[in-house]
């Protein structure tokens, strides 16, 4: 994988030019987002072409009501992650990498299905308990990684979550249902990141704002990035930015995105994720190239 990427891109930091010989990464895209509910017994699906995804087999809500966080220790499914970080310490060394966790709300609309947001409205006491159940075994899974890792020389010190599910819910049910769940991760873990996709994030900064010990966040390029910046000085911030746009836009478009990203919301990073196969190579180097020259002029 590394000579092709050196071949593809050269002297760029894709290829790795900077880290030739460092321990690979052997642990980061591992089951895909579907660790958690994997965790709760859901079946992982895999194809040629697509992420992997769960089977569709959702609670009711008399199973939610009676859920329990799984013992982590008995565990099949964790115990056979953990068995997978020990090769990969006794192989590489370091054991480099993340697992997706994904965030509470995400996992428990795995778990629930769409039915997860008429409980809301209809039995908000069984989604308090769902989402206490995901985040407690959120917690617990990724500090034991965590001390796994510390043991190779790895150290890892925050957890991130992947809040794409929250534009399905109101601001107002983020503050209410899933803001103390964020913060109560964020205070188990020296800081928190908390991923928004491409989504406008307007409606939920202030709710983040609330969150001590955020260490970074993203979201998508119709955000009010200039508020963005006041609200997240000292956060790490990325803009992510769609492979569609990457893939479809004219480059002087393009760099007239990156430009207004780099004057509102710098300095930050500029996330690409995603491309698709049929993206040409060329338009990669061409976006690194205009995102080189912007930053060189700041």
């Avoid at 929250?166 to 991923?195: K, T, W």
């Avoid at 009010?224 to 803009?239: E, M, S, W």
């Avoid at 020259?293 to 700041?298: M, W």
Wanted: glycine content about 6%; charged content about 25%.
């Amino acid at each position: 994988m590394r000579k092709e990427l050196s071949s593809r891109f050269p002297e760029t930091a894709i290829a790795g030019v900077d880290r030739p010989d460092e321990p690979l990464d052997l642990l980061t895209g591992t089951y895909g987002t579907c660790s958690i509910a994997a965790i709760y017994g859901l079946p992982i699906l895999y194809a040629k072409d697509k992420w992997p995804v769960c089977g569709q087999h959702y609670l009711s809500i008399d199973e939610i009501d009676r859920l329990e966080p799984p013992d982590l220790e008995v565990n099949p499914f964790f115990q056979n992650l953990l068995a997978q970080v020990d090769w990969i310490a006794k192989e590489q060394g370091r054991v480099e990498g993340y697992i997706n966790w994904q965030g509470v709300l995400n996992n428990a609309w795995r778990l629930r299905g769409e039915a997860l947001f008429c409980d809301l409205f209809d039995s908000p006491e069984s989604c308090r308990h769902l989402f206490d159940c995901v985040c407690t075994t959120m917690t617990e899974a990724a500090q034991e990684l965590h001390e796994r890792q510390r043991r190779s020389g790895v150290q890892i010190g925050f957890i991130t979550i992947s809040n794409c599910m929250v534009n399905m819910i109101s601001p107002e049910q983020y503050r209410e249902f899933l803001l103390p769940f964020d913060q109560q991760m964020a205070e188990a873990f020296n800081c928190i990141g908390i991923h928004n996709c491409a989504w406008k994030a307007d409606p939920y900064m202030d709710g983040y704002a609330l969150i001590r010990r955020l260490g970074y966040i993203d979201m998508g390029l119709d955000s009010d990035l200039v508020r963005a910046k006041r609200i997240f000085p000292d956060a790490r911030r990325a803009l992510m930015y769609t492979p569609m746009d990457l893939a479809n836009k004219p480059l002087k478009i393009i760099q007239e995105d990156i430009e207004m990203i780099a004057r509102d919301y710098g300095p930050c990073d500029i996330v690409v994720a995603d491309i698709e196969a049929g993206t040409p190579d060329q338009r990669v180097l061409e976006f690194l190239k205009i995102c080189d020259r912007i930053n060189c002029r700041r």
